[in-house]
Nanobody
Framework: QEQLVESGGGLAQPGGSLRLSCTAS??????????MSWYRQAPGLKRELVAT????????NYPHSVQGRFTISRDNANNTVYLQMKKLKPEGKAVYFC?????????WGQGIQVTVSS
């Protein structure tokens, strides 16, 4: 059974950093055949795409709000995708979700809370 599990969330101060991890399991071929993305959903708002890392090795889809501060990367050998977040802002408080796309199917992790507060 395919599964995505996020980790690394928590509390960070404004201007601080966090690195989220998403470990995949149960996918035939591992994450090397998947396009992986991170989304976030703040209270009362729609889920927002913050980064995509394609199976071809391209990282893109950073919205203007996170450009230059967030970086998505992957470790295919360990079936893990990362979201490095720097210079965090209070508006970055949200539940962050890992997403995997394979052919016509999409998969979601359970989400992990990130809070940015002093």
């Amino acid at each position: 059974q395919e599964q995505l599990v996020e980790s690394g969330g928590g509390l960070a101060q404004p201007g601080g950093s966090l690195r989220l991890s998403c470990t995949a399991s149960g996918f035939t071929g591992g994450i090397s055949v998947l396009t992986m993305s991170w989304y976030r959903q703040a209270p009362g708002l729609k889920r927002e795409l913050v980064a995509t890392h394609t199976k071809f090795g391209h990282a893109d889809n950073y919205p203007h709000s996170v450009q230059g501060r967030f970086t998505i990367s992957r470790d295919n050998a360990n079936n893990t995708v990362y979201l490095q977040m720097k210079k965090l802002k209070p508006e970055g408080k949200a539940v962050y979700f890992c997403n995997a796309d394979k052919d016509a199917a999409t998969y979601w992790g359970q989400g992990i809370q990130v809070t940015v507060s002093s």
